[in-house]
DNA sequence: GGCAGATAGTCTTTAATCTT
DNA sequence: AAGATTAAAGACTATCTGCC
């Protein structure tokens, strides 16, 4: 169901109508300071934050959320703590607030996608570095991914794959790569002509190869060539168009 | 500067499958 | 069989971009 808005602020008032003090406000509760604070993040005009942020994932919360707790109950400085990073919306939201940061994930994604936006590189070199990777020779992985990519666009994913797996295993990997790889992570499949793929569901969602395929007849498409180098750098204009001077090189 | 179309992040709905 | 859960599909919508 889907509430409207009445609903909801009717749900909001019962709320803070039984809430005996108001916001910012301490009181001591049976020998307990408590410090009420109140705020709305799932609505539409409260999700706006940095672009940095914007990665694909599944299930991400606002960035607003962390921000209200950080800037409430934490100082400039202090440590924030995400034990669950996921693609680290918590402690970027606590980066770009001047706070120290430490986190973790079972998921190896994690720090691929989270810890090179804390290192931006210069667009310049970015594209400087794309243009120094191979374009590959239109070679194909090593599972059947026709259904999703044009030939030429997968052996450009390829080669920037085994680059990029070489660049780790020599231990050359630095800032300009792991930014590369954190794009191209987040462009490899999706629902609009930004991504590497042909159309297929919202990044956030999988499909198998099966009923991509299925996907393609009825919508009577097959995959047509991306440049990835081109795409790279749209989306890392996009990401940091809204990063002042020192976010980037904080 | 304002409009229209494109983009892409996220949300909702429906279908399929599993569990009790 | 009912209810719960997960997968699939696409819809919705804020923002961006290009054009006049």
Redesign the pocket.
């Known amino acids: 169901?889907?509430p409207d808005d009445d609903s909801e602020s009717a749900f909001k008032n019962l709320v803070l109508r039984s809430c005996p003090f108001h916001d910012g406000e301490t009181i001591d509760i049976a020998g307990i300071r408590i410090t009420r604070y109140s705020g709305e993040f799932?609505t539409?005009?409260q999700?706006?934050a940095s672009?940095v942020?914007?990665?694909?994932?599944r299930a991400?919360?606002?960035p607003q959320l962390p921000h209200f707790f950080i800037k409430n109950l934490t100082g400039v400085g202090s440590r924030i703590y995400d034990p669950f990073s996921g693609r680290g919306t918590t402690v970027i939201e606590a980066g770009l607030l001047g706070r120290q940061i430490a986190s973790n994930d079972a998921n190896p994604l994690s720090r691929i996608l989270t810890r090179p936006r804390f290192f931006i590189p210069a667009e310049k070199q970015v594209a400087a570095r794309m243009a120094e990777i191979p374009a590959g020779t239109g070679e194909r992985a090593e599972i059947d991914l026709s259904m999703f990519y044009d030939q030429k666009t997968e052996g450009e994913i390829v080669s920037l794959r085994q680059y990029l797996i070489n660049q780790e295993e020599t231990g050359r990997i630095d800032s300009v790569d792991s930014w590369i790889r954190m794009v191209a992570t987040?462009r490899l499949t999706?629902?609009?002509?930004?991504?590497f793929s042909v159309y297929t569901?919202?990044?956030?969602?999988?499909?198998?190869p099966?009923?991509?395929v299925?996907?393609n007849k009825?919508?009577k498409q097959v995959p047509e060539y991306r440049n990835i180098r081109d795409?790279i750098l749209?989306?890392t204009?996009?990401l940091v168009?809204?990063l002042t001077p020192e976010e980037r090189t904080r």
Do not use: T
Request: include cysteine; glycine fraction near 4%.
């Open positions: 169901m889907n799932w539409s005009a999700r706006k672009s942020h914007e990665i694909s994932y991400c919360f606002k987040s999706g629902h609009s002509a930004g991504f569901l919202p990044p956030n969602q999988a499909v198998s099966e009923r991509q299925q996907i009825r919508r795409l749209r989306k204009r996009s168009r809204d």
